[in-house]
């Protein structure tokens, strides 16, 4: 989010350091000297060691003000904080005396790092203040501290009726109060509420005075830096500078209501008290300020959220398409390119969404109070703004009915963005007992605008399809059905049991409530029909009641007090702006039937907006009918919190919780701006995430425990995000900030040490729920996520976790066949391995418990006997890694007759009756001795690991162990701790790749030779490859999942394999059974694609600046060709990119559904069949993904349409990959289940 949260930079203990620090120029308390500016203020001093700019204080690296030093200043930190010698540090600081390297002399004028003090404007010091004080002014936190000394509900009378609100809605509405009094003041309105040419005036002098610099570089407030001029012509377009009207202070409160979520109700009272107390004769109409431009606000991101782009040369400028420029120099309050355009490249829309979403609830919260016209305004009310969008909504919704065209289906998209807009906003909007029950909009006519949703949109009755339904979505989080996993003895009957009763109730089943989307619209609908369906408090809490103002009386001894009341003429909402032309996608959408081409919605994805829904804890019950259920329950559950949680907490509670959390989740997260400023961290979203306990309210008004149990919503919200993030080692980044794994591990470690009695207890009983109950539910997919998680959490905490989970846990991981438990549980201790330098040592030794039996399933099972390491072998090691031998020699040597006579005892003849005799390991020998020697530091470093691990694990279950093992390591492994395998593989593998083609190229003459039939050459050396491949598999530990990555993208690097090859191996072409398949085998796959597309664009290039004879040049043509259209240029990209990676990806799709048509079950689902279409889907959305950002991205014209009929032409668009698909014959009814499943997703993704 942008310019929201900007104060929070300031907010830290800056300021004067203590003792011999120096001093500062910020005006938030003391420091100490280690963290405060160098010199003692002009005395000769030691410095302080001054501001480390690499540690996690929030100024602007480049400002100098907040530097104060005297003569002898502090400096950067010297060399311990910068590599280059140039920082101050001691007495030789910033100050009077260059730091660092004092052979260069004093910096020149021109530099701009100049060694004059630079004073702070005092208004622009002033305006850092405000800013810090709307930012906080609703802050919980703050908030809730305060209102522990009123004691209860406090009651604020007035004629009309006796309004009863929260002390920490009471103690918010006090702060508004006294920031009103002191904005509307006689001397402080001419200073703070100035707007128009009065703030021009002002700021064109901020902005033009040379000692303001810093202002310039690190504006904290979204109108701070502005344009001069009411408005400007700019590209023969009228470019309206819409903060500069509002003025500084309506920029920042709109700013934050859009960035805060949580505070909103606190910024619309704001509003009403600054407009009421302003002096009307000079700053009168605040409100309609505030308004106008939140509405431009919200035209813009409608605009940006649906990705609506205006065709080239009709009205496109460089304003943002729509002529308005809001705050666009305050640089420091803007992402980084890389987050406004990470991701799928929808970061822009995603912050958007958030931005329009809360502009809607400040709107719907000026509604209640009655400065907004709620129904009166007719099309420009607020009703009428809903209606707006809702109309929009339908009509994309209709357009796009039932259509594969991928215009027609990003229309589809953007009616779910809008319908999520709509239904999130209505709770808000609904009139309450807490206003009167007068203001805002009725049940009635909420009802009417979800009637519209839920029939043309989003319900049942609409085309709409969850991308997280389970089994069928492309992002599904839950299987449909359950998996054929293996028992534990005793098991096997209860579980039969609950088959027969699951299948008596599958008929009966509703829809499920898939997604976010989905969850909203019934919580709405249930809100709707029973005001008291929810007790989250922020759809009711109204802080403007505490707002007062004087009476209107004759007498001038006394005042009399009255609540603040808005007297002005409702405000109408004017979307669309006329001429202004604030926002083009919804009137686009309103005559989308008469409509031209010179507007286009591209929305590419709901990725950030809808997200997928998994209830772990149990729902509460509605009615009294679970008697027989409560004494199990009442002996399995003995924590009183999740018992509250499982009881007092409605779904509408649970929606609106989660809901909260995602808001915050995103409007704080951790950025950097594009100059280099940092804005908040894990802590901070911790503190802000737990501060919505204070929105829930009791069964009794002011009941302090009204927020018991609520970690365990906290925990399942977390949880269902993390499961559904985008999967490690995919080749994709995260769709969205949300589905960011680390981002949200560290928010759930850092609210494990903000609540150490809570949030621990919630983490261990919400695993053990999904393990008895999710897990043979899940995707791979999530249940891969969850044991990464869960592996960063343990790591991180020392391992902290109950002895009798482990034990528990151990059988399901010793079981010889694969099951879904042991799968978890090996995911996770695999995944700690490699968090910890010394690998399974490590979780041996102090994660696991005594004796447990999960060290040798886990990990010594995988343990490789070194027995069979021949002479030749050793010989072959020697001279690659220990004499370093010219690869040429060794190259004649592994294609020698001589090796052929030593080493000919291992060979045996091949078989003329074996099918595909080319893929038997015995005609590659030479290619697999190559490959063994070659990466033998594997193997030998696997061995060494898997030894200590054994040994630990030994020690540890001994009666007298002793764990320190430290003094054993040096005398048994002798390894250098400096040794960097896997560049040193890189390196060996590029010297030694002629020996490894010669090998190759050496076995495939012998197999051609000995082959009765002809032979093709092709099948024959990618067979070759596949053995080299097939080699590195069985060296390589199974739980290193990231040396196997490295090694075949260095090998595809240095096209040693090709990438189908490594498709061809990933998917086991010379096997028939799926059991052989590795789960993690699209990730492969997605990795050869991605190498493959790269390569045909490396072509392209290189082609394109070719001058023939293999010299390609940069040719200056003085503009020649700028008119050249480019277009053509990108179609042979795309068409190049297609070409590649197409037949991989079909070949990749064909041989996965044959290898799942050869499981057989008629009741539940294969593990390995599930394996295979999660990786198929997973697989076609990667594929989508590299081609879209590869090929589509560079390019300014091309779209995904252009990419869906490039994929129509070679007949891989999605209806011709579902067909084939859906061709491949099977017998298990599962199966045909699960190839439907694929086909659907397969042909929704493109």
């Keep these: 989010m942008e310019g929201a949260l900007s104060s929070d930079r300031y907010n830290d203990r800056g300021g004067s350091s203590s003792s011999r620090g120096g001093g500062s120029n910020d005006h938030y308390g003391s420091s100490h000297h280690r963290r405060g500016g160098g010199g003692r203020g002009g005395g000769r001093g030691r410095g302080g060691r001054g501001y480390n700019n690499n540690n996690r204080h929030r100024h602007h690296p480049y400002r100098r003000d907040d530097h104060g030093g005297g003569r002898y200043g502090g400096g950067g930190g010297g060399r311990r904080h910068n590599d280059r010698n140039d920082g101050g540090g001691g007495r030789r600081g910033g100050g009077r005396h260059h730091g660092g390297n004092n052979n260069r002399g004093p ?5 701009r790092f100049t060694t004059e003090t630079k004073s702070v404007d005092p208004q622009y010091a002033m305006m850092k203040q405000l800013t810090a004080m709307v930012a906080k002014m609703g802050d919980l936190g703050g908030a809730a501290e305060v209102a522990a000394t009123m004691g209860g509900d406090v009651n604020n009378n007035s004629e009309a009726a ?20 002191v904005l509307c003041g006689p001397q402080n309105a001419q200073l703070f509420l100035k707007f128009g040419d009065d703030e021009s005036a002002a700021t064109t002098t901020a902005n033009n005075d040379d000692n303001n610099e810093e202002a310039n570089e690190g504006g904290d407030i979204a109108a701070m830096n502005l344009n001069d001029g009411e408005a400007k012509e700019e590209n023969d377009v009228k470019v309206i500078n819409a903060t500069k009207q509002a003025g500084t202070l309506s920029t920042l409160l709109v700013s934050c209501a859009y960035g805060l979520p949580l505070q909103t109700p606190s910024y619309a ?114 009703l009428g703004l809903l209606q707006m969008l809702a109309q929009a909504a339908t009509n994309a919704a209709h357009a796009s009915a039932n259509s594969n065209d991928e215009k027609k289906r990003a229309l589809g998209r953007a009616s779910r963005v809008l319908a999520s807009l709509i239904l999130s906003v209505l709770p808000y909007a609904m009139n309450n007992a807490n206003d009167g029950g007068e203001k805002g909009l009725s049940s009635d006519t909420i009802s009417d605008l979800v009637d519209v949703i839920e029939s043309n949109v989003v319900g049942q009755t609409s085309s709409y399809s969850s991308d997280y339904d389970p089994g069928t979505g492309p992002l599904s989080i839950l299987l449909k059905g359950e998996l054929d996993d293996a028992h534990l003895a005793g098991e096997m009957e209860e579980e039969e049991e609950d088959e027969e009763e699951e299948e008596e109730e599958d008929g009966d089943q509703p829809a499920p409530c898939a997604d976010t989307l989905q969850d909203l619209l019934r919580t709405v609908r249930k809100l709707v029909s029973s005001s008291s369906s929810t007790r989250f408090a922020l759809l009711g809490d109204s802080p403007w009641l505490a707002l007062t103002m004087d009476a209107q009386s004759s007498s001038m001894e006394e005042q009399e007090k009255v609540p603040m009341e808005y007297s002005g003429e409702q405000l109408v909402l004017d979307l669309v702006g006329g001429e202004e032309d604030r926002c083009k996608s919804v009137p686009y ?97 911790a503190e802000q995430v737990w501060s919505i306990s204070h929105l829930f309210l009791g069964a009794d008004s002011g009941d302090d425990s009204s927020s018991k149990g609520i970690e365990f919503g906290i925990i399942e919200t977390l949880i269902s995000l993390i499961v559904q993030c985008t999967p490690q080692g995919s080749g994709m980044p995260s769709s969205s900030p949300l589905n960011e794994h680390v981002y949200l591990s560290r928010v759930l470690l850092e609210l494990t040490k903000l609540k150490p009695s809570l949030i621990p207890q919630a983490i261990v009983l919400a695993v053990s729920g999904m393990f008895e109950d999710f897990m043979p539910s899940l995707t791979t997919t999530a249940r891969d996520n ?62 696991l418990p005594a004796g447990t039996s999960l060290v040798q399933s886990v990990f010594l099972n995988h343990k490789r006997s070194n027995v069979d390491v021949s002479s030749t072998e050793t010989d072959l090691i020697n001279r690659i890694w220990d004499t370093s031998e010219d690869p040429d020699s060794i190259r004649q040597h592994i294609i020698s007759d001589e090796l052929l006579e030593s080493y000919g005892s291992t060979i045996r003849s091949i078989d003329d009756n074996v099918d595909n005799s080319m893929s038997q390991p015995k005609v590659w020998w030479r290619t697999r001795l190559a490959t063994r020697a070659l990466f033998h530091p594997v193997s030998r470093e696997n061995t060494r690991m898997i030894s200590l691990a054994e040994k630990a694990w030994k020690k540890k279950a001994s009666a007298d162990g002793d764990n320190d093992m430290e003094d054993e390591h040096p005398a048994e ?45 092709d099948k024959l050396l990618m067979a070759g490859e596949v053995s080299i491949l097939s080699e590195i598999g069985s060296l390589v530990s ?128 294969p593990i390995a069949a599930a394996d295979l279409a999660e990786g198929m889907k997973r697989l076609s959305r990667a594929a989508l993904f590299q081609l879209s950002s590869l090929a589509l991205s560079p390019s300014p014209t091309l779209t995904l349409s252009n990419l869906q009929r490039g994929l129509m032409s070679i007949d891989a668009d999605g209806e011709k990959l579902a067909s084939a698909c859906q061709a491949v014959e099977c017998d298990g009814e599962q199966e045909k289940k699960l190839l439907q499943h694929v086909a659907f997703s397969v042909e929704k993704l493109f």
């Excluded at 910096?107 to 530099?111: E, S, T």
């Excluded at 006796?162 to 009094?181: C, H």
């Excluded at 701790?977 to 590029?990: F, G, N, P, R, V």
Aim: glycine letters at 8%; aromatic letters at 6%; hydrophobic letters at 40%.
């Design 1038 to 1165: 199974a739980w290193d999942s990231t040396a196997i990555f490295s090694l075949i993208e260095c090998l595809m690097k240095n096209q040693i394999v090709s990438s189908l090859a490594v498709a061809t191996w990933a998917l086991c072409d010379n096997a028939d059974e799926s059991t052989n398949v590795s789960p993690q085998w699209w990730k492969v796959v997605s990795l050869a694609v991605n190498k493959a597309i790269t390569d045909a664009l490396s072509k392209v290039e290189s082609s394109s600046t070719d001058l023939g004879g293999g010299i390609g040049m940069i040719i200056d043509d003085g503009g020649a060709n700028d008119g050249v259209d480019s277009t053509e240029a990108d179609v042979n990209r795309l068409d190049e990119a297609l070409k590649a990676a197409v037949p991989i990806l079909k070949y990749s799709l064909e041989r996965a559904c044959h290898l799942l048509s050869t499981t057989n079950s008629p009741k539940k689902i």
């Design 269 to 382: 009272a704001l509003t009403l008290g600054v407009d009421v107390k302003a002096p009307k004769e000079t700053h009168a109409g605040f409100a309609g300020r505030c308004v106008d431009l939140a509405m431009r606000c919200l035209g813009r991101d409608l605009d940006m959220a649906l990705e609506c782009r205006v065709a080239s040369g009709v009205g496109a400028h460089a304003k943002g398409d729509d002529g308005i420029t809001i705050g666009e120099n305050d640089k420091d309050n803007v992402r980084c390119l890389a987050e406004r355009t990470g991701g799928c490249g929808n970061g822009n829309q995603i912050d958007a969404y958030y931005r329009a979403k809360f502009l809607l609830r400040y709107l719907a919260y000026l509604t209640k109070i009655g400065i907004v016209a709620a129904e009166d305004g007719g099309d420009q009310s607020f």
């Design 973 to 1017: 492994d002798g390894r250098d701790e400096t040794e960097d395998i896997l560049a040193d593989l890189s390196d060996a593998i590029a010297r030694f790749k002629p020996v490894l083609l010669a090998a190759v190229a050496r076995d495939a003459d012998a197999c051609d030779s000995e082959a009765t039939g002809k032979v093709d050459d």
């Design 107 to 111: 910096r020149q004028p021109a530099n």
């Design 589 to 685: 959408l309103l005559s989308i039937d008469n409509a031209d081409d010179s507007v286009e919605i591209i929305c590419r994805s709901l990725d950030g907006v809808v997200f997928g829904r998994l209830a772990i804890f149990d729902a509460p019950s509605e009615g009294g009918d679970d008697e027989e259920d409560d004494d199990e329950e009442d002996a399995e559950e003995t924590n009183p919190n999740l018992e509250s949680y499982t009881k007092s907490y409605s779904l509408g509670d649970r929606f609106f919780l989660a809901d909260a959390i995602r808001d915050v989740l995103m409007c704080h997260r951790p950025m950097v701006s594009d100059a280099g400023a940092d804005r908040n961290n894990a802590k901070e979203v």
């Design 162 to 181: 006796v309004v009863t609100m929260r002390p920490v809605v009471k103690a918010i509405g006090m702060n508004v109060s006294d920031l009103v009094e």
């Design 786 to 847: 969850l044991g990464h998680w869960l592996s960063f959490h343990l790591t991180n905490t020392d391992y902290q976790w109950p002895k009798s989970y482990w034990e528990h846990w151990a059988p399901y991981a010793a079981i010889d066949q694969r099951n879904s438990r042991g799968d978890f549980v090996a995911v996770a201790l695999w995944s700690m391995a490699t968090l910890s330098p010394e690998g399974p040592e490590t979780v041996a030794r102090e994660c």
